[in-house]
């Protein structure tokens, strides 16, 4: 992963940091200077359209890997967090408005674990036999990938609550459109460009913006699951226009 830029953000789409097809952006604010430090693109609908259809691509290829191969990638991923830890704390803490201290005591421990858990869990998904209820012929659960996962994130635990997200749904199987919140999306994005070097392109897309790129997202019709951290209200909204 060459360097990072905190100053002008770019969406992440098939495995590259890519400019949003829309003119418009809106300033980053560091809560703990009120100083802008970063300004981020509100993606379109055209944006949208981008990353789901190479999630929809890369899900041809990811969805054929085997639970051992996402368990390997995804440990991977932890190592290199853990690896650039240090980085990842000062650019959360820039972020969030958090003190460094809070973020590297409380956080990054915990969200390596949890992308460690999911690497394992990679492995356990359960199949069961149900004997023959029909003569000849032998019942049984089979657990397949499902997908593109559209994904929506808050702003108070960014990095973390993004790891909630992908990594269960990238250890199953599936691949992701992630929009994180408008105000904090700058970890996100440095961890999907972290990530590329492991999974196939297209497998994690990060797409920047407000409300209305949110839905975009979750209204588009490639996605197969969505998941949604957000206010009650959000959320009837997003499966009303879902169903």
Known sequence: ???????????????????????????????????????????????IDKAMKSAESAFEIWKESTPGER??????????????????????????????????????????????????????????????????????IRREPIGVCAQVTPWNYPMMMAVWKWAPAIAAGNTVVLKPSDTTPVSTLWMAELMQEFLPEGVINVVVGDRETGRHLVEHEIPQFVSITGSVKSRYGSCSKRS
């Open 71 to 140: 368990q390997k990638a995804i440990n991977k991923i932890a190592d290199a967090i853990e690896a650039r830890s240090e980085e990842l704390i000062g650019i959360e803490s820039e972020n969030t408005g958090k003190p460094i201290a809070v973020t590297r005591a409380e956080e990054i421990g915990p969200m390596l674990d949890q992308i460690r858990f999911f690497a394992g869990a990679a492995r356990h998904l359960e199949g069961r036999s149900a004997a023959e209820y029909s003569k000849g012929h032998t019942s049984f």
């Open 1 to 47: 992963m060459k360097g990072f830029s905190l100053k002008t953000l770019q969406n992440f789409i098939n495995g590259k940091s890519v400019p949003s097809s829309s003119d418009k952006t809106q300033d980053l604010i560091n809560p703990s200077t009120g100083q802008v430090f970063a300004k981020a693109p509100v993606s379109n609908a055209a944006d």
